[in-house]
Nanobody, 123 residues
Framework: QVQLVESGGGLVQAGGSLRLSCAAS????????MGWFRQASGKDREFVSV????????YYADSVKGRFTISGDNAKNTVYLQMNSLKPEDTAVYYC????????????????WGRGTQVTVFS
């Protein structure tokens, strides 16, 4: 059974940075991509970023483009999200997700999910 464990969330002042990590274990499928989603209180889960293992291509939501950077190592079953210039509107629970196919840009494209890590940005 695939297990994804996120870490690195926390409380940070606006303009600050955080780096999220996600480690996958127990995969029962070949991973084609890993991504990050977030869900703010009272809102739907939204796409943040994804990295394709095959091409190395990365995609970002417009709201984080230029501030967040996704990276990872499929051989090490890890993915990271470097978040800079954080804003209060980035406050959310951030989820790591694993996809067994590509493209994977929507929540229903992903096959496994972590439990999330809270990111809180205060002004």
């Amino acid at each position: 059974q695939v297990q994804l464990v996120e870490s690195g969330g926390g409380l940070v002042q606006a303009g600050g940075s955080l780096r999220l990590s996600c480690a996958a274990s127990g995969r029962t499928f070949r991973s084609y991509a890993m991504g990050w989603f977030r869900q703010a209180s009272g809102k739907d889960r939204e796409f943040v970023s994804v990295i394709s293992w095959g091409s190395g291509d990365t995609y970002y939501a417009d709201s984080v483009k230029g501030r967040f950077t996704i990276s990872g190592d499929n051989a090490k079953n890890t993915v990271y999200l470097q978040m800079n210039s954080l804003k209060p509107e980035d406050t959310a629970v951030y989820y790591c997700a694993d996809a067994s196919s590509w493209p994977a840009l929507h929540a229903n494209d992903f096959d496994a999910w972590g439990r999330g890590t809270q990111v809180t940005v205060f002004s």
